[in-house]
């Protein structure tokens, strides 16, 4: 019998009370990243990050002192309570933003930004500005929104981005597990379709808050057992059954595991990935054969835990299950050697070798292109070659398979000397072929040019104010000499720069160019007007959009960097400029 069940049902929630009280008196750490206590009102608020106390002396953001304004945040009446609970991973002065950015934000006018910007597939560049701006310490906004609406903002974004090692940080370093239980759910998730069940249970080593979620609970208990921590977890499951929980699945599942029974489940649940984990991990003869229909994370689980078919027993009659195998393959879950090493096990007659696109029309779509595919194998002639690949792209594509051909793919176009391609197919080969792109890190100065000279150092911390004033009216003299010099829109971004930062220019140097300010959208400098600094950057992110930021015109880069300029958002502005304007190698 079990050994907690002979506990008194009387008595059981007295003890089950005293001791989470105990393990609660234990814990009493506490989790408010940032106490804001009354102070004297003639003093400022330092910003501290939650988890870097110091701005590292080699920081970017040490120019920041250098404006009259600073990046200190004058204390807020508003603001004088005991505790003020504040979450997130960055600090604000860490890319020249503030604690109160979302402070003057509408937030309906946020819901719609934000419902335009998960329609696009963000670049790497607008995804970081996302991230930095959703992560940074700052109070949440009041106007038109609620902080649930808020962090469920939050928890779509992470969720849409998928960024495991940032989702983790930011829930445990805040411990706001039970602020984002969707968030939660997918980390452990995630972790667990990949088999790396340790990773997985770690999160919940980490938690140091009573779990509320019912699945993560669940989870957590498992988690328990797993460790070899039955008592703990069977205490935990008797307090849920307690409160009402019920789930005869889940509970057999357990019982297996803790040993109060050796009949092997073998009831296979997919409902989660926990349940489909469970009852693999209950049944010693675990046996699933995946559909269409079944989910991506346990078509992974799967994979990654080696319970997917051997290609090699696979029954080249059973066309549904290649498939289903083809779709696994799309998806990665196969590789693609192993679906085509099953593509050369079909035979065919020489006449169908001879005459493919004939022979595909009585042939159903994996028998075609198991064809095409040898056909390209044996085929020397070029153009026949590329017909051939083309032709098994596009039965891929045109069954929502496309990346199941995509590594071989560029094997084969890698064997074919660029000279030798045919004309008709030059664009093709350019959309398919694996380029080695190497990024051009390495700065290069060129004095010749304005925003490519060594006055770029200052962006990287490397000038004083003072010997930079000198060098750019230096420079700004000879450009004005040289009547050949085109005066480009990057030269005025970096002049416009250093501007902003309080570095002086000669007033004979002020007819070099113009400034057109309605450049930067209306909206924009509204919000910059009004102090609404988490609206004007989220704007910003809409309009890199997925672009990289190398890949922007001029125009549009200009109005960022002014958008920044206005923000005193220096340390990220820096960050981009260091991009876009420097000659690399």
């Known amino acids: 019998m079990k050994k907690l069940k002979l506990l008194n049902k009387k008595y059981l929630p007295v003890i089950l009370f005293y001791l989470l009280l105990g393990l609660a008196a234990q814990s009493q750490e506490p989790i408010d990243i940032w106490n804001i206590e009354e102070k004297k009102t003639t003093e400022k608020l330092d910003v501290i990050e939650n988890t870097e106390k110091d701005v590292p002396s080699n920081s970017i953001y040490k120019m920041q002192s250098q404006k009259d304004d600073g990046i200190n945040i004058d204390e807020d009446q508003t603001l004088l309570s005991d505790k003020i609970k504040i979450v997130g991973l960055y600090d604000p002065a860490e890319n020249g933003l503030d604690i109160n950015m979302w402070s003057n934000s509408n937030g309906d006018q946020i819901l719609n930004i934000f419902k335009r910007i998960n329609k696009m597939e963000l670049s790497k560049d607008a995804t970081e500005i996302l991230d930095i701006l959703l992560l940074t310490n700052a109070h949440y906004p009041q106007i038109n929104i609620s902080k649930n609406q808020f962090l469920e903002l939050k928890s779509s974004w992470l969720i849409k981005n998928s960024n495991l090692q940032l989702i983790e940080s930011y829930l445990l370093k805040n411990q706001i597990i039970n602020d984002h239980p969707k968030l939660t759910q997918l980390l452990v998730d995630e972790y667990l379709s990949k088999s790396e069940i340790k990773k997985a249970c770690e999160v919940f080593s980490k938690i140091k808050d009573p779990i509320q979620n019912d699945y993560l609970s669940r989870f957590n208990i498992y988690c328990l057992i797993n460790d070899n921590k039955k008592e703990e977890a ?22 297996y595991l803790m040993g109060y029974s050796n009949e092997p489940d073998i009831e296979i649940s997919e409902n989660t990935i926990l349940d489909f984990h469970l009852s693999h991990r209950t049944n010693p003869q675990f046996k699933f054969e995946p559909k269409d229909s079944t989910s991506k994370q346990i078509w992974k689980y799967l994979s990654t835990s080696n319970l997917l078919d051997s290609i090699k027993d696979i029954e080249l009659t059973d066309i549904d299950k290649i498939n289903s195998i083809e779709r696994a393959t799309h998806e990665k879950h196969y590789v693609e050697k192993e679906l085509f090493e099953l593509y050369k096990r079909f035979q065919f007659n020489i006449n169908q070798l001879l005459n493919i696109k004939e022979s595909t029309k009585v042939l159903s779509a994996v028998e075609s292109r198991a064809l095409i595919y040898q056909g390209i194998l044996i085929t020397t002639e070029i153009e026949n070659k590329f017909i051939l690949i083309n032709a098994l792209k596009n039965s891929f594509k045109n069954e929502g398979m496309e990346n199941a051909f995509d590594v071989e793919l560029r094997t084969f176009l890698k064997e074919i000397d660029k000279e030798e391609v045919p004309s008709n197919f030059t664009s093709f080969y350019n959309n398919y072929i694996d380029l080695v792109k190497t990024e051009l890190t ?141 000659l690399k190698i």
């Open 234 to 255: 069977q205490l935990m499951l008797d307090l849920k059954k307690e409160l009402g929980f019920e789930n005869k699945f889940y509970e057999r599942k357990i019982n």
């Open 442 to 582: 390495k700065i290069k100065i060129n004095n010749k040019v304005l925003h490519q000279s060594k006055l770029i150092n200052y962006f990287k911390d490397e000038g004083s104010s003072k010997k930079i004033t000198k060098d750019l009216n230096d420079l700004l003299k000879k450009v004005k000499k040289n009547k050949k010099y085109f005066f480009s829109k990057k030269d005025i971004i970096l002049v416009e720069a250093f501007k902003s930062d309080g570095i002086q220019v000669s007033e004979k140097f002020k007819n070099l160019y113009d400034i057109r300010e309605s450049e930067i959208p209306s909206d924009i400098q509204i919000f910059i007007n009004s102090g609404d600094m988490a609206a004007a950057m989220l704007r910003i992110v809409e309009v890199i959009g997925q672009d990289e930021i190398n890949d922007i015109d001029e125009d549009t880069l200009y109005f960022i960097i002014s958008t920044l300029n206005q923000l005193n958002a220096d340390p990220l502005r820096n960050k981009i400029l260091l991009k876009v304007l420097p």
